[in-house]
């Protein structure tokens, strides 16, 4: 994935059939639809793919037993399938996990238990394993470091884990091999009209400061809480579509988890779901639920969601994590979608968890969703972009496409730090045998080996210190000072991968330290 290669065709392509503002969950998922139904597609990225929110999330691959409770089964039913065809087309991204609902009250078994054997028969055949009941000694074998206190039993049940930002990198990777555009570092500024009708957009390279118009039948709006940015160049007078709700997440040692599985509270004490999650060697706490009144795309926790994190993992915890454990905190913005009726004048088809809102000068924005349905958001989205752009009636092939990296299930388990790369594991060892100064870890507290370094810069379009160290990699969000110690050598060796220079490689790593110190939570 050359980006000298990609804007050469960006130069020789016009008009695309498609263009997608936004490189996150969603707008990646639409350039895959596109792309495979054989749609010229272009998709513009104003920062890096997964900068926003879709690198932020809890990385559960999962139906929503919340929404079951809300007694939401359409939803739960849409969800739980994509969960099954997630696993089947990235099976080297998405895999199983065990969860154990603890037990300290006589009527949370026969409560939680109902509702997960409902939950295992809406998954049908795609469902994962079956729930079951667990005595109070078999949670704590499970769990070692389980609050012990008052502790009755508990129930498991099975959902999905991912690794969000490299699923989007996959995403990137898999539109391109279907002939789709895909820039990052490319930032809408203007969209283009003809007779009142959208038909292109303009945008500013930030790498080289140059300014850009391409023009397309479709022009999809994917910005995900940046949506109503978009909404207002298409129309100044645009109500708003979209309403940020923050979530955190706190990140300890893996001590603080002992066992494989995550435990899920159903209700902490202000009455939310919190997840204690194992993932890659460490444990992540979260989430908050947080209106906020603007859109931020790199927020920062507030005290009181820290606390609320604190006090509420400590109830379920033998050992209380305390602000002094934290390795990294993040944050990230949910773009929900505001109540119906409040977008004046647009036309929308209204779905479940998602919204497709149609301008009157065409514009098309895909709203709300989770990552779970990143794929069938998608299919809706495409679905209306054929019937507006009039064009070719070509249906959807991403429910049984293998993306980028797939290998199979049952092939054996790749080394720690090279399973992300599923089938390009192997090349990614390979620039370790032809230089084995790339076999050292980039940092002695993680996994990943300089390697990963080269292969985001030559095959991942990394082109900042901050995108390999938060996305290729996940570094800055698992050990945030582990990221800052690691800075100076791996901007040094991405310099010479970019043909940069070392007052590049001092910038990079003078404005990443301001950067993951936000991270830290003394920071
Ligand atoms: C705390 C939290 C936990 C979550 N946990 C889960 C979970 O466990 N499982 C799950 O399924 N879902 C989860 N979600 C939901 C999921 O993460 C989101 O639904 C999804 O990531 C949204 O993706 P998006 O592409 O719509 O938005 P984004 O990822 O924010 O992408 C929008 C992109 O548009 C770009 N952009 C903005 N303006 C412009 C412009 N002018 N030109 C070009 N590009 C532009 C931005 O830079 C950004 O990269 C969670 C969300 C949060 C906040």
Redesign the pocket.
């Known amino acids: 994935m050359n980006r000298d290669k990609l804007m050469q065709q960006l130069e020789e392509t016009t008009p695309w059939d498609v263009i997608i ?9 639409v350039a895959v639809d596109s792309a495979t139904r054989g749609f010229r597609t272009l998709l ?19 139906g929503g037993v919340r929404y079951l409770e809300q007694g939401d089964i359409p939803l739960v039913l849409e ?1 739980l399938r994509e969960r099954g065809l997630m696993h089947q087309n990235a099976p080297h991204l998405v895999h199983h996990l065990s969860f154990i609902v603890p037990r300290y009250q006589w009527w949370e078994g026969p409560f939680f238990g109902i509702g997960l054997k409902v939950y295992d028969a809406l998954a049908g055949k795609l469902n994962l394993a079956p729930s079951r009941l667990l005595s109070r000694e078999e949670t704590i074998a499970r769990i070692p470091n389980i609050e012990q206190d008052k502790l009755l039993g508990g129930v498991e049940y099975f959902d999905g884990q991912f690794d ?1 930002a490299r699923l ?1 990198v996959t995403l990137v990777q898999t539109a391109v091999h279907h002939g789709a555009c895909v820039l990052n570092y ?4 203007g969209l283009t009209k003809e007779n009142g009708l959208t038909n292109g957009v303009t ?1 500013l390279d930030t790498e080289t400061g140059t300014t850009h118009t391409a023009t397309a039948k479709v022009v999809i709006n ?6 109503d ?2 909404r207002l ?1 298409d129309d100044p007078a645009a109500t708003r579509a979209v309403q940020p ?5 706190l990140v300890f040692d893996r001590s603080f988890l002992a066992g494989n599985s995550a435990i899920m509270v159903p209700h902490t004490d202000d009455g939310r779901v919190l ?1 204690v999650i194992p993932w890659h060697g460490k444990v992540l706490v ?4 947080t209106a906020m009144d603007h859109a931020d ?1 790199e927020p920062r926790a507030m005290k009181e969601e820290i606390g609320f994190i604190l006090r509420n993992a400590a109830r379920y915890l033998s050992h209380d994590p305390e602000e002094k454990d934290i390795l990294s905190v993040f ?5 929900l979608v505001r109540p119906p009726g409040k977008d004046g004048g647009a036309t929308k088809a209204i779905s479940r968890n998602h919204e497709v809102l149609v301008s009157d000068s065409g514009l098309l924005t ?9 794929r069938k958001m998608a299919e809706d989205t495409l679905d209306h972009a054929i019937t507006l752009g009039g064009l070719a009636d070509r249906p959807c092939v991403t429910g049984n496409l293998q993306l980028h990296g797939w290998r199979a299930p049952n092939a054996p388990a790749l080394p720690e730090g090279f399973s992300v790369y599923g089938s390009d594991a192997a090349k990614v060892g390979a620039l370790m045998e032809a230089e084995p100064a790339l076999a050292a870890p980039i940092h002695p507290r993680l996994a990943y080996p300089m390697a990963a370094v080269v292969w985001a810069a030559r095959h991942e379009q990394a082109r900042t210190l901050e995108d390999v160290l938060a996305r290729r990699t996940r570094i800055l969000i698992l050990d945030a000072q582990a990221a800052i110690e690691a800075a100076p050598e791996v901007a040094t060796l991405l310099a010479r991968e970019l043909h940069k220079d070392t007052a590049w490689a001092e910038n990079q790593v003078r404005e990443f330290t301001e950067l993951a110190k936000g991270y830290l939570n003394h920071g």
Do not use: N
């Open positions: 503002i936004g490189g996150g969950a969603t707008g990646l998922g513009l990225e104003a920062d890096d793919f997964a900068k926003g929110t879709s690198s932020r999330s809890t990385k559960l691959v999962h969800a969000d989007a490319c930032k809408v500024t945008f994917a910005t995900g809480i940046f949506s940015s978009i160049l709700s923050q979530g955190v997440h997840f979260g989430t908050t639920d795309l944050a990230g913005q949910r773009p895909i709203v709300g969703g989770k990552w779970t349905t990143y």
